[in-house]
């Protein structure tokens, strides 16, 4: 084998490694009843709780909210919420973090960045609308997120820790012999 054909073989080896994704472990995803967004709200830029999570979340198998309320938490309530600060930190500085960190694979740092937030999606004909980053992490290291927020409607904040579920969001499988 010549040096050239080593390295090429190397590098397939290498590249192989870095996008092997194993269907047993990304078939669950952390998720949070908190998807967030970015709104203008009387000309000022901020970040809040999605308003429509209410209907967002009664799409999702009811095993997911029977969890948040066998632990008696109203993350109903936190719709439109507007958020202060994430885990002691500036939103948007965490959003960012999160960009730098979390989410990407090899992607602009914009479109890492916009990934963080909930958002619409339309694949074929099908319109749907994903967690974002925050609210859903595959290989999540961390069981909840803090946030001082300002829920809709009130006037004055509060700090809310909310925990992550995993839920199992593959496809359906029956134990076989091997």
Do not use: K
């Amino acid at each position: 084998m010549t040096f050239v054909q080593l390295v090429i073989l190397l590098n397939t080896f290498i590249a192989a490694i870095i996008v092997w994704l194993p269907h047993c472990y990304v078939t669950w995803e952390a998720l949070l009843p908190v998807p967030i967004v970015s709104i203008s709200v009387d000309g000022v830029e901020g970040v809040y709780i999605a308003p429509d999570i209410i209907d967002f979340i009664r799409l999702i198998p009811p095993g997911f909210t029977s969890f948040y309320e066998s632990i008696g938490f109203d993350w109903q309530r936190l719709a439109g919420a507007r958020v202060l600060q994430i885990e002691g930190t500036n939103p948007y500085d965490y959003i960012d973090w999160v960009a730098d960190t979390v989410t990407g694979n090899y992607l602009d740092h914009g479109v890492r960045v916009n990934s963080v937030f909930t958002g619409y999606r339309l694949v074929g004909s099908s319109f749907s609308q994903r967690f974002g980053d925050l609210a859903g992490r595959l290989f999540n290291p961390i069981e909840n997120l803090t946030f001082s927020l300002v829920p809709d409607r009130a006037n004055h904040s509060e700090t809310v820790t909310v925990p992550f579920l995993d839920v199992f969001t593959g496809n359906s499988f029956s134990d076989r012999d091997s």
